[in-house]
C-alpha cells in the first residue's frame, strides 16, 4: 500500500485549496514536489475551479528543500518543472504563506501569481549558507519584483527578510488579516478577473546601477574566499541582460557548479554538524533540572550581555553587583543593550519595558537563594571565583546549578570551592553574550549529569548553540586559539608585521584577523593569562609573547585605550608606525632573523597548529567528536564556515599533509610543538577525524 500523498486539495467553492502538511517544516522532498504537480495540474483541468491558493498545515510554509535529499542526484519530478506548472497556470495562483518561506519554499512563492503573508511571516532565500545559489529561478525571479538592489542584498547575505519589509519591496502583495487563509481565497477570488500576473514575465523595475554596483562590491569585499556569494552577483546581473529563459539556464549552470563544490561540501557538513552537536550521547534520556530564575554574578560587559540573553529567553533575572554604584551602573548597562536593540528596530518599548520588569538588580548575595540557576561573570581571577563558589554553596538553594563563566580556569577547582560540585558547571558564554551564539557547556570531574543537561538546555533555550565539552585550560575554542596565536606571535618576531598577518588570514576567510581581534578583546586579557601561566611555561618552548607584553607595558591595551597593535582615531583602526618599530626591535632583542613574510606559510602554520591541537583534544577525551571543535571554531572563533571547520579541513586537504605541516612547525618552533600521537596514527592509517569517536570507557 503507498504513502498518503502529503500534498491534498480540499474545495473552497470555486477555489482549490492546495494544502502541503509535511511535518515539521513542510520540506520539499520529492513527495511534495510530485504532489504539488498532481494537486496544481488536476485544479487547472477542473473546470469548476477558478483559481488556486498554496497553503500549508502546521507551524510554517514550505522551509525549504529536504535535507536528507542534500548531496544526492535530483529526483523527479524537478522544482523548476512543478513551478513552471503553477506559473503557467491559465487561472490565478496565489501563495498564503505563515512562518517562514525559505529557499525552495520562497521559489514556489515567487512562482505563483501572487503572494500574501501573515504579519509575522518572513521570507528569504538563504542558499548562500549552502554554498550554493537559488536553483529553481529565485535569482531570476526575485530580481524581477524587488529590483536588483534588493534581490542582491537578501540572496548574498541570506537573511530572512519580515513580512512587512517583504511587501515595501514588492516581494509580497498583501499582508493579511487575522485569517490568512480566508484573505487569500478572496485575493484569489479578485484576481480571475485579471490576466495571471507571471513573475518571469515581469520586466525588471527601473533601478540605479550605481548602487548595483556598490551594492556588488559590498558582496564581493565581504565575501572572503567564499563562492556563493559572488555566484548570487553574477545570477542577478545576468537577470538584468538576459530574458528569464536564459537567465533560468545559466542559474542552473551556476547551481550546477557549486553543489559538488569542496565549499558546498564544507557548508552541508556544517549544517549537519550543527544539528549533530547539541545531540550529546551521554546525556541522552537524561532529564535536566527546571529552570525559571537564574541569578548572574557581575553586570560588567559580560554578566550584562548574559542577563540580556536570559531575559530575551523569557527568564526572570537577578543580577548582583558589589555596591550601590556598581548596581547602577549594571542596571544602566543591561538598559543601555536594549536601547540599541530599540534603535536598530529590533525591539519596541513595550517589549523593553516588559523584559525589564523581569530584572532585579541588587548588592545583596542573599537574594540569589531562591534562584534555579546562577552564572558567575567576575573578574577572571580564581581567588576571587573560588571565595564567590564558596558564598554560593551555603547560599544557594538545595539543587540548583551553579555556572562559572570563566575563559580558562580550572572548573573542577573552583567546583570543589562550592562544597557541592555536583551542581557545578561551566557555561561559557562569548562576548557579545547576547548576540554570540556559542556556549562551551564544561562538564566537571564531579558535575551531575542532570546538571550538565541542564546547561545544555538553557543554551537552547537562549537561542545559542551549546557544545559540551571537559575540563582542560581554556576548554576548546581557547585552547585551540593560544597554540595558532602563538604561531601568529612568532610571525611579527620572524619577520611580519601585524597587518599583514592580518591581512593573510583574513584571506583564508576569518572574519577578522586576530591582532584587530586582540584590540577589540583588550590586550590585557590575554596578558594577565600569560602571567598566570609563567610559572609552569615548558623553559625548553619558545615563547612568543614579548610584543604583546611590550605593548602592554606601555599601556596599550586595544581599542579601549586607542592604542594596540594598531592605533584607533575616530574608530578607525589604523597601521602604527610605532609599533612596527616595536616588532622589528624585539626582534633583534632576541636575535630572530627576520625573514620576508610568506603568507601562503602562515596560513598552513595556523592550520596545523589548530589541527594538531585538537587532536590532542581529542585523544584527551575533552570533546566526543571532531565536529564538536569545528562547531567552536565556526561559531565563536570566526573561523569561515565554507572551510567546514579545522578538522574537517584537515580530513578534506589529507591528514599526511597536514601532519607534514605539523612536523615544520616542530621543526621551526622546536618543543611543545610535537606532532599530537593521534594525528600520527590517523594519518600513517588512512583514518580521519570524523569517523574518529571518544574512546570506550
Not at 565539552?469 to 606571535?489: E, K, M, P
Not at 564538536?628 to 571554531?633: A, G, K, Q
Request: aromatic share 6%.
Amino acid at each position: 500500500m503507498s504513502e498518503p500523498s502529503p500534498v491534498t486539495t480540499r474545495r473552497e467553492g470555486d477555489v482549490a485549496l492546495i494544502l502541503v502538511d509535511n511535518p515539521p517544516v513542510n520540506a520539499l522532498s520529492q513527495a511534495v514536489r510530485t504532489g504539488l504537480l498532481a494537486q496544481v495540474s488536476a485544479a487547472v483541468a477542473d473546470p469548476s475551479v477558478h483559481a488556486l491558493v498554496i497553503a500549508c498545515e502546521g507551524r510554517t510554509f514550505i522551509a525549504g528543500a529536504d535535507i536528507r535529499e542534500f548531496g544526492k542526484p535530483p529526483l523527479a519530478p524537478g522544482l523548476n518543472e512543478v513551478l513552471a506548472a503553477m506559473e503557467g497556470s491559465t487561472k490565478p495562483v496565489v501563495a498564503a504563506i505563515h512562518g517562514t518561506a525559505l529557499g525552495g519554499g520562497f521559489e514556489v512563492a515567487l512562482a505563483c501569481h501572487a503572494r500574501i503573508a501573515d504579519p509575522k511571516a518572513s521570507v528569504g532565500l538563504p542558499e548562500v549558507k549552502l554554498g550554493i545559489v537559488p536553483g529553481a529561478g529565485g535569482t531570476q525571479r526575485a530580481p524581477r519584483l524587488a529590483g536588483p538592489v534588493a534581490a542582491l542584498e537578501m540572496m548574498a547575505s541570506g537573511k530572512p527578510v519580515k513580512a512587512i519589509e517583504a511587501k515595501a519591496k514588492g516581494l509580497l502583495d498583501a499582508i493579511s488579516g487575522p485569517d490568512l487563509r480566508a484573505d487569500a481565497i478572496a485575493l484569489a477570488r479578485e484576481l480571475t478577473e485579471k490576466p495571471p500576473r507571471r513573475t518571469s514575465q515581469l520586466i525588471i523595475p527601473p533601478y540605479d546601477q550605481d548602487e548595483f554596483e556598490k551594492a556588488a562590491s559590498s558582496v564581493l569585499a565581504r565575501a572572503r574566499g567564499q563562492l556563493s556569494p559572488v555566484k548570487v552577483v553574477e545570477a542577478v546581473r545576468l537577470a538584468t541582460r538576459l530574458s528569464f529563459e536564459e537567465g533560468l539556464k545559466a542559474e542552473r549552470a551556476i547551481f550546477a557548479e557549486l553543489v559538488g563544490s569542496d565549499q558546498a561540501r564544507a557548508l552541508r557538513y556544517a549544517f549537519f554538524a550543527e544539528r549533530e552537536v547539541q545531540r550529546v550521547p551521554h546525556l541522552h534520556g537524561v532529564e535536566p533540572r527546571r529552570v525559571d530564575t537564574v541569578g548572574v554574578i557581575g553586570a560588567g560587559t559580560m554578566g550584562a550581555g548574559i542577563a540580556v540573553a536570559l531575559l530575551d529567553a523569557g527568564l526572570r533575572v537577578t543580577v548582583v553587583e558589589t555596591s550601590t554604584q556598581a548596581v547602577g551602573a549594571g542596571w544602566d548597562r543591561i538598559a543601555g543593550l536594549y536601547a540599541r536593540a530599540m534603535k536598530s528596530g529590533r525591539l519596541d518599548e513595550s517589549g523593553k519595558d516588559e523584559r525589564l520588569s523581569r530584572l532585579t538588580v541588587t548588592e545583596d548575595f542573599g537574594d540569589l537563594a531562591g534562584m534555579d540557576l546562577v552564572i558567575e561573570a567576575a573578574f577572571e581571577d580564581m581567588a576571587v571565583k573560588k571565595d564567590i563558589f564558596a558564598r554560593l554553596g551555603t547560599t544557594a538553594r538545595h539543587g540548583a546549578v551553579l555556572a562559572t563563566n570563566t575563559s580558562y580556569l580550572d572548573v573542577n577547582e573552583i567546583a570543589e570551592a562550592s562544597g557541592r560540585p555536583a551542581d557545578v558547571i561551566g557555561l561559557h558564554f562569548f562576548s557579545p553574550a547576547n548576540i554570540m551564539r556559542l556556549v562551551e557547556v564544561v562538564e566537571g570531574a564531579a558535575s551531575a549529569k542532570e546538571a550538565v543537561a541542564t546547561g545544555v538546555a538553557l543554551a537552547k533555550r537562549l537561542g545559542k548553540l551549546p557544545v559540551t565539552c571537559g575540563v582542560c585550560d581554556g576548554f576548546v575554542g581557547n585552547r585551540i586559539l593560544a597554540a595558532w596565536r602563538q604561531v601568529t606571535d612568532f610571525a611579527l618576531e620572524d619577520g611580519a608585521l601585524p597587518q599583514e598577518v592580518d591581512a593573510a588570514l583574513e584571506s583564508y576567510g576569518m572574519a577578522m584577523g586576530p591582532f584587530a581581534v586582540a584590540d577589540l578583546a583588550g590586550l590585557d586579557i590575554g596578558w594577565a593569562r600569560r602571567k598566570r601561566l609563567a610559572a609552569t611555561r615548558d623553559p625548553r618552548g619558545r615563547y612568543g609573547g614579548t610584543v604583546a607584553d611590550r605593548l602592554c607595558a606601555q599601556g596599550r591595551f586595544g581599542q579601549k585605550t586607542g592604542m594596540g597593535y594598531y592605533r584607533y582615531e575616530n574608530g578607525k583602526r589604523q597601521v602604527d608606525p610605532e609599533v612596527s618599530d616595536l616588532v622589528e626591535n624585539v626582534s633583534t632583542e632576541l636575535r630572530r632573523k627576520r625573514e620576508p613574510f610568506d603568507a601562503d606559510r602562515l596560513v598552513r602554520r595556523v592550520r596545523a597548529a589548530m589541527v594538531n591541537e585538537g587532536a590532542k583534544i581529542l585523544r584527551e577525551g575533552i570533546v566526543a567528536r571532531a565536529l564538536d571543535i569545528d562547531m567552536v571554531l565556526l561559531h565563536g572563533y570566526g573561523f569561515p564556515a565554507w572551510r567546514g571547520g579545522p578538522m574537517f579541513e584537515a580530513d578534506a586537504i589529507g591528514l599526511p599533509a597536514v601532519l607534514a605541516d605539523v612536523r615544520d612547525l616542530h621543526q621551526a618552533y622546536g618543543a611543545g610543538w610535537e606532532p599530537a600521537p593521534l594525528l600520527v596514527e590517523l594519518a600513517e592509517n588512512g583514518g580521519s577525524f570524523a569517523a574518529h569517536g571518544r574512546p570506550a570507557a
